[in-house]
């Protein structure tokens, strides 16, 4: 019993990540309408940066952490501006290409600066597990959790509470009519991709310990908190974060009671029954009235 | 003027997207273009054939070198992941290569001649080391194909088979590479199947008692040789769980509560360095400090220590080379010290020590050739004659006959004390 | 899109020998055969690092062109491409050797397994569209992948297969040849079907699926059909691919694959087949001439797909198109104005008797004569009518029997019944919101409804849209739902979508029938946009239309499909007032001789006043009159629920 629930604990953990990487890729999705394929080696980039500041100048982890967000951040702007805004009402598959040309170069980039081998981060403050009983409750995990529900809060309260929360909504729901309002979509654009980014950072620098600082080490963690974004229709921040959640547990019970090489095959194919079945989100609970 | 229209044409672009969608298909174009597909066809590959000198037709006659071969330099390519995920390996390989080729070189390298080293990245993608053996063989007029890493290596058979040139100690751990036996492929590292079999019969012959052995295994080419090979042994009746990982995994705790569920004394591993230590690490989060781990040949570098830390102490592994910081072996030392004065600050793993040890080897065959001539048969035919060649204790004694391309069949056991790999056994083969 | 029409399909006696040689000759396939057949030649002295090079790019186009006709052509995303490319691979790998033929029987089967994977792979995207299309696909083709593992039998597993050589009947072939006949197979093949009725269906449900609905397109058919064909095409790439590798491993087919097969489209060019062509040579070609910067390669290769994606949003065709376009420009330009210059042989023909104006400002030198700013007003219709074409068919009673449609908890049409005899015109009107849009879905089908709508002895009640389009129902729509890209003659014979009869392998094949069908469609599409004073305009693009000549351009459409009941819902909208009066004069003109049901949907009262002989007012979903025009105007409750008194 104690090792089905090690496994639920796990499942948790790994899916309260993928919660996270998929809340970044809804608010991009929601304003640029864009899938930012660039994630993963976005949030890579910034590893290297934490690698770079604790590791190789002797900072603290928290510098390194903040120091990796910040970098983040003016990563997405940068993104933003040169990849994104060109390409204001594009088709999806152009903007998808962009972020795909954005990945190549920044791939490149990153192999330039520090090479092909392994760093390692050291893990946030310490490092020591949790235990409850013969559970173990990995801390980094548990940062993870506080972060990805602190940000759900503070972005439900920015949409709600603030103007720039409101200039989003409108845009995500049309933009041509929210331009008309005065939204800028430049403004909207830029700061949208600035959190996601810095979402993206904050990931690296987690994910560092865990799946040690090297080319591509955040690819998988990306492909799953794609689908979790699928999972809450695209358009739920918070159904993301619970699409994350269930693609975890699924996947850890998968793989301990089939075998490996189904297991990954079996959240894909719930994620498939569920666009066919609600194609709004199955974590959705807004009535769609989505531009596709 | 031409340029005003083009770039209002380009301003039109970016304002109104929609509309210059060239959604129409225009006929004239399209026979325009048609006609130009050729053109285009030719520009492309035609643009890289310009220096090209026809290499096409090979053996030499007598008193001809083979291609690759100056009166100064012999060209030797490398086709091997330098970018995207598998590149920290291929870099290793390459920088092993190009170290060796210096040392070698300030002793006059073989033959007369220096040796010159061409890498291409094939991005361990199929297609692309197809055309880069091809690139290889064709514009840099290679003498031969060195150091590869990866199974990717297997679609280049047909090519050098064809073109006859040598395909050099590749690190690949598939099958098809040696069986059946490709007359210009040469192997020194044995396959992931021989090297678990050698270790469960080190298990079942050193370690007496009873024990519960767990597999854990890379869904891939050698994962499930490994898993074979280690049943073949004597301790295949041991195994009381078997898990596999895909290349994508993220996390190792289903697998691993998996078999602390079967109560499993031992649990062998079979991925790189880095899953190594990742599994490590989570075992240990997980209690499972009481199993004794077992590593593959690929977990064998200075990387799983730094990765892992104390959860790798106590580590075995099963090792095609001495470790590479084992400067007790000779051969190692001489690594080590070439490294120090050509490239200090880079800190070589296994794959470049496969490079340097394949390099002797190398160097051996080539200065074995027979007549004035430098010829790929004649490299063959010399390779073919080397019995119980020694790379001063890096790998077991390395021979080669005419059926027999595999090189080595033996393996070493390695255990990591103290933050470093320290060797455990000498060199052990199967026992049955 | 436009056809071709050679001189000699005009089979008029006085077409000569030398005429038609030169049709043929200028005509695309025998442009593509030759050209092809240099590239052979050519390649075929190259060594053997620059062959393989242009084989790679041969065998790509053909995967690229299974993706121009399924994203470019009929709009759907697949990021699963890879998946069919493995079927491909994994039948050349286990039936080379296995049997004489080699070659045929590998690409046989490969297309028979992709067809069949292909048509599952299509279900998902009727109910898909859009991003979560491209998620499904991604989803689709990663656990493809994974299958792949498992399926050890088949494909090795992880341990991978090798591939014999590229064999056939007993006898070896070059990688080259077997790709340039590939290609040349799959061009023409696709061409046949881009130009025939199945790729105007597929650009149709492109760019406005209600419409295609409207004139009897099936669109959830043609969308699995276009999934099964991409997917047979991509298999026979992958035949080749597999000959190409010699080893394949499951690693191999992954998402980035079938990502850079859609790369290799959008940025080729993803609605011509050219494009197909021009995107495999861009990303095989990119890479190998990238090798003596490959320290950069990912920066140089993004920075290329970021300026081609932002600059040249239609991918390197349309660079093409663009240069191509300037220099005919610059070389027009440098003739003098007025004159009339006898035609040069164009590489098109155009419409019989009419000069065009190739999109803004292409002039020819043979159209000096012609205005070619497209925005002038072109208000002339003709002034005789006589019919040489069918524009409609005889009415039936229509009979509408307490029709209902609600959404959600809001009744938009209440229990409307009405009846109408044949060939009758009638007018629908009432206040904004008063749900005559509505209840002309609701007789299209184009949404629920309760209650009986019959027409003659037809029960169109619970029937689908094409069906109802079958039986002769025919429409405008407010908002045009015109095709974006298309021409006037593209959507006249997207009307006459129906009448076209011939089956996929002859269109595939593009046997004489098919000619002969094709051909007699275009005659009659010139002909209704003569009538409708289209034919000025007949190869432009709609988008660049004015107004009221889209109006036109949408009931040119519904008249193209001979509607029976022909429902027009405000004609009038958004035209100056004799514009307005000239076009509906016009096309009651057309219909009355054929005695031809129409209910018209206006605001405009004199309009209706004029041309109806009998109006139903509709006010909150609910008939509140009905009569003679005359009285229904004067009526006060009428004029209550116009001004909300």
């Not at chain 2, 040696?178 to 396959?191: E, G, K, L, W």
């Not at chain 3, 000699?8 to 055969?33: H, N």
């Amino acid at each position: 019993m104690s090792s089905f629930i090690q496994l639920l604990v796990s499942g948790l953990e790994n899916g309260i990540a993928y919660g996270l990487v998929g809340l970044a890729l809804v608010l991009i999705f929601q304003t640029s309408r864009a899938l930012n394929f660039a994630q993963g080696t976005m949030a890579a980039f910034c590893g290297y940066v934490a690698f770079e500041l604790i590791v190789t100048r002797g900072f603290s982890w928290v510098i390194g952490a903040i120091g990796a967000t910040i970098v983040g951040a003016v990563l997405g702007l940068g993104v933003e501006r040169i990849a994104i805004r060109p390409l204001l009402g594009a088709p999806l598959l152009s903007l998808v290409i962009a972020t795909l040309a954005i990945d190549a170069i920044l791939g490149n980039v990153t192999q330039r600066l520090w090479g092909a081998d392994v760093k390692n981060l050291p893990a946030p403050m310490g490092g020591d597990d949790w235990n409850v009983g013969s559970i173990v409750i990995g801390r980094t995990y548990v940062i993870i959790a506080i972060i990805t529900l602190t940000l759900l809060a503070l972005i439900a309260y920015m949409l709600k509470h603030t103007r720039i929360g409101l200039a989003m909504r409108a845009f995500a729901d049309d933009q041509f009519a929210a331009e008309l309002q005065g939204v800028k979509p430049q403004t909207v654009s830029r700061t949208v991709w600035m959190i996601s980014a810095a979402i993206g950072g904050i990931t690296g620098v987690l994910f560092g310990p865990l799946l040690f600082v090297q080319l591509g080490y955040m690819s998988p963690i990306f492909i799953k908190g794609f689908t979790a974004a699928v999972l809450g229709g695209f358009v739920s921040t918070s159904g993301a974060v619970l699409g994350g959640l269930l693609m975890g547990v699924l996947e850890a019970l998968a793989v301990r009671y089939t075998s490996a090489s189904i297991a990954p095959m079996l959240p894909l194919l719930v994620i498939l029954v569920a666009l066919l079945v609600r194609p709004t989100g199955v974590f959705n609970r807004k009535l769609a009235t989505r531009r596709a | 003027m031409i340029i005003v229209r083009l770039i209002s044409s380009v301003r039109e672009a970016r304002r109104g997207w929609s509309r210059k969608q060239g959604d129409t298909v225009r006929k004239r174009t399209a026979r325009l273009g048609l006609a130009l597909l050729a053109v285009l066809a030719l520009a492309l590959a035609g643009c890289a054939s310009e220096d090209a000198v026809d290499t096409g037709s090979q053996a030499a006659s007598s008193g001809e070198s083979s291609p690759g071969v100056t009166d100064s330099e012999i060209t030797f390519g490398m086709a091997t992941p330098l970018t995207g995920n598998a590149s920290s390996l291929g870099i290793d390989g390459q920088k092993g290569a190009e170290v060796f080729i210096k040392w070698l070189n300030d002793q006059g390298g073989t033959n007369g001649r220096k040796w010159k080293l061409v890498a291409q990245d094939d991005g361990f993608d199929l297609q692309k080391k197809a055309t880069t053996v091809q690139y290889l063989i064709q514009q840099e007029q290679v003498f031969g194909i060195w150091g590869d890493v990866g199974s990717t290596a297997v679609s280049a058979l047909p090519l050098i088979n064809e073109q006859k040139v040598p395909y050099l100690f590749p690190y690949a751990l598939a099958k098809q590479m040696i069986d059946p036996v490709q007359p210009y492929v040469f192997m020194d590292v044995p396959m992931a199947d021989m090297q678990e079999h050698a270790l469960s019969d080190w298990i079942a012959d050193n370690e007496p008692g009873d024990h519960k052995i767990g597999l854990l295994t890379l869904n891939s080419a050698d994962g499930g040789d490994a898993v074979s090979g280690f049943k073949a042994g004597k301790a295949g009746k041991y195994v009381v769980g078997e898990q596999q990982y895909e290349r994508t995994a993220t996390s190792w705790q289903p697998q691993l509560v998996a078999l602390r569920s079967a109560g499993v004394t031992d649990i062998v591993i079979h991925g790189s360095d880095v899953w190594t230590a990742k599994i490590l690490t989570e075992a240990k989060g997980l209690g499972m400090t009481d199993v004794q781990f077992y590593g593959s040949s690929g977990s064998v570098t200075p990387q799983v220590f730094a990765l892992a830390g104390d959860a790798a102490e106590g580590l075995r592994a099963v090792a095609i080379n001495a470790p590479s910081t084992a400067t007790d072996v000779p051969g190692v030392k001489e690594f080590t010290d070439a490294f120090a004065k050509y490239e200090p600050g880079y800190k070589p793993g296994v794959f470049a020590l496969h490079s340097w040890s394949s390099g002797l080897i190398l160097a051996a065959g080539m200065k074995g050739i027979q007549g004035d001539t430098v010829t790929r048969d004649g490299l063959v035919a010399s390779l073919e004659k080397l019995k119980d060649f020694d790379t001063k204790g890096i790998t077991a004694p390395v021979s080669f006959t005419k059926d027999n391309h595999e090189g080595v069949d033996k393996v070493m056991l390695v255990q990591g004390k103290g933050g470093q790999w320290v060797t455990m056994t000498g060199f052990i083969g199967t026992t049955s | 899109m436009r056809e071709t029409r050679s001189p000699a399909l005009s089979a008029t006696a006085d077409s000569s020998f030398k005429d038609r040689l030169l049709a043929t000759v200028r005509s695309p396939v025998f442009i593509g055969a030759v050209a092809l057949g240099i590239v052979w030649l050519v390649a075929s002295g190259f060594k053997s690092y620059e062959q393989f090079v242009v084989s790679l790019v041969l065998l790509h186009a053909v995967i690229g062109i299974g993706l121009v006709l399924l994203v470019g052509v009929a709009g759907q995303l697949s990021l699963g491409q890879a998946v069919f490319l493995a079927v491909g691979c994994y039948t050349a790998a286990n039936l080379a050797g296995r049997s004489t033929i080699g070659l045929p029987l590998e690409l046989v089967v490969a297309v028979v397994v992709a067809v069949a994977v292909g048509m599952i792979v299509g279900l998902p995207s009727l109910r898909l569209s859009g991003l979560l299309l491209a998620v499904g696909t991604l989803a689709l083709g990663f656990a493809g992948q994974q299958l792949l593992y498992l399926w050890t039998p088949v494909t090795g597993g992880g341990t991978g297969k090798t591939v014999p050589a590229l064999r056939m009947f007993g006898s070896k072939l070059t990688l080259l040849g077997a790709s340039v006949v590939v290609l040349g197979l799959s061009l023409y093949l696709v061409f046949n079907v881009i130009r025939g009725r199945t790729g105007r269906a597929l650009h149709a449900l492109r760019t406005s699926d209600t419409a295609a609905r409207s004139v009897g397109i099936e669109v959830e058919r043609r969308r699995v059909f276009a999934f099964a064909m991409s997917a047979a095409l991509t298999a026979m790439g992958g035949v080749l691919y597999g000959h190409a590798v010699n080893y394949l491993s499951p690693d191999n087919f992954s998402i980035e694959l079938s990502i850079k097969l859609v790369i290799m489209v959008i940025i080729g060019g993803q609605r011509r087949l050219l494009g197909a062509v021009l995107g495999a040579a861009f990303v095989i070609g990119v890479p190998e001439q990238f090798r003596a910067f490959q320290d950069y390669q990912g920066i140089l290769y993004g920075t290329l797909l970021l300026v081609i994606i932002i600059f040249a949003p239609g991918g390197i065709v349309e660079v093409f198109d663009r240069t191509v376009a300037l220099v005919r420009r610059s070389v027009t330009s440098l003739r003098a104005r007025r004159v009339t210059v006898p035609a040069t042989p164009e590489l098109l023909l155009k419409a019989a008797g009419q000069g065009s104006t190739n999109g803004k400002g292409n002039g020819h030198a043979s159209d000096a004569h012609v205005v070619p700013d497209a925005t002038a007003e072109i208000i002339e219709l003709p002034t005789e009518v006589e019919t040489p074409v069918v524009v409609s068919a005889p009415g039936f009673p229509l009979v509408l029997d307490e029709v209902g449609v609600r959404f959600g908890g809001v009744v938009a049409v209440r229990d409307v019944s009405l009846e109408m005899p044949a060939g009758g015109v009638l007018g629908l009107i009432g206040p904004n919101g008063a749900g005559k849009t509505t209840l002309f879905n609701a007789i299209c089908g184009v949404v629920p409804a309760t209650g009986r709508v019959t027409f003659g002895d037809v029960e169109l009640t619970g029937r689908s849209v094409r069906k109802r389009a079958l039986e002769g129902v025919g429409r405008t729509f407010q908002n045009l739902s015109l095709h974006e890209g298309l021409t006037p003659v593209d959507h006249v014979l997207i009307g006459r979508h129906r009448f076209y009869r011939y089956n996929l392998a002859s269109e595939m094949l593009r046997l004489p029938h098919v000619i002969r069908s094709e051909r007699e469609g275009r005659e009659e599409a010139e002909a209704l946009l003569a009538l409708l004073g289209l034919a000025d305009v007949a190869n432009e693009r709609v988008d660049d239309l004015p107004y009221g000549t889209q109006k036109r351009v949408d009931v040119a459409r519904a008249l193209a499909s001979r509607p029976r009941l022909l429902l027009l819902d405000e004609p009038a909208a958004g035209l100056p007032h004799d514009e307005a009066d000239a076009l509906i004069d016009h096309v009651l003109e057309l219909t009355r001789p054929q005695g031809t049901s129409v209910v018209i949907i206006e605001h405009n009262v004199d309009l209706v006043r004029r041309v109806c002989e009998r109006l139903v007012v509709l006010a909150a979903g609910e008939v509140i009159a009905d009569g003679a025009p005359r009285e229904i105007l004067e009526a006060r409750v009428v004029a209550e629920a116009y001004l909300g008194v």
